[in-house]
């Protein structure tokens, strides 16, 4: 069975769309976990329709503490053996679930053997993980850019990963969310973390850490 994970504050623009994209797999057996996180608009409301429509959507709630601790209890209630994490302001094409199980499970794909091409990425977001891989890892809570360093931790935990060219995560870019300014305390406090991490890391995870500041910084220049 396959988790989906969906932070929900204040989506209720995009929600629909996103639960529609996840009831519409082609592959059935999925558990969708929604956490509404304080929402103030009708993202609430939304949420407990879809849990009226399909007894595979379960909804959890919690007073606002941001994307990370929606995605921590999430995560307590995961039962599948593979998770991925969507974003309510996000959707899929209907082939994506079974398109990255086809992946996981070696048909029709290669794995990437270009380390570059592992650490381009350091989004949770467009990833199928096997469960057992990131049970342990914990999204920080109270900060922005909590993607960064729960990624860089699971590279540094030595897991492996299978590249495909596939595009089916529909990615909405919403002037509304987070990661649409920047946040110069929170952009100090991911490099200080990720600075942190250098000296017990071995030579492969300095590289991936080293590898993720400069496409940082990059990326904040550009912003």
């Not at 921590?72 to 991925?84: Q, S, V």
């Not at 360093?149 to 969310?177: E, F, Q």
């Not at 600075?195 to 017990?200: A, E, G, M, S």
Request: proline share 4%.
């Amino acid at each position: 069975m396959t988790t989906f994970v969906v932070p929900i504050y204040n989506a209720e623009r995009y929600l629909s769309a996103c639960l529609d994209s996840l009831l519409a797999q082609t592959v059935k057996e999925l558990q969708i976990i929604l956490v509404d996180d304080g929402s103030t608009d009708g993202s609430l409301a939304i949420a407990k329709s879809y849990t009226d429509r399909d007894p595979r959507v379960e909804l959890y709630t919690q007073p606002h503490a941001g994307q990370s601790a929606a995605r921590n209890e999430g995560m307590r209630h995961a039962k599948g053996e593979y998770i991925a994490f969507v974003d309510a302001d996000d959707s899929l094409a209907p082939d994506w679930c079974e398109t990255h199980l086809k992946a996981i499970e070696g048909v029709d794909y290669v794995q990437s053997e270009n380390p570059r091409n592992r650490y381009t990425y350091t989004v949770v977001w467009g990833r199928l993980y096997r469960r057992e891989a990131i049970q342990n890892l914990h999204f920080e809570e109270g900060t922005v850019y909590e993607d960064v360093l729960w990624s860089v931790d699971l590279w540094l935990s030595g897991a492996t990963c299978r590249m495909i060219d596939y595009k089916g995560y529909r990615y909405t870019a919403n002037p509304h969310s987070t990661t649409s300014q920047r946040h110069p305390e929170a952009e100090k406090h991911v490099f200080a973390e990720l600075k942190k991490r250098l000296p017990n890391a071995s030579c492969r995870g300095k590289m991936i850490i080293l590898y993720t500041i400069i496409r940082l910084k990059l990326h904040f220049i550009r912003q």
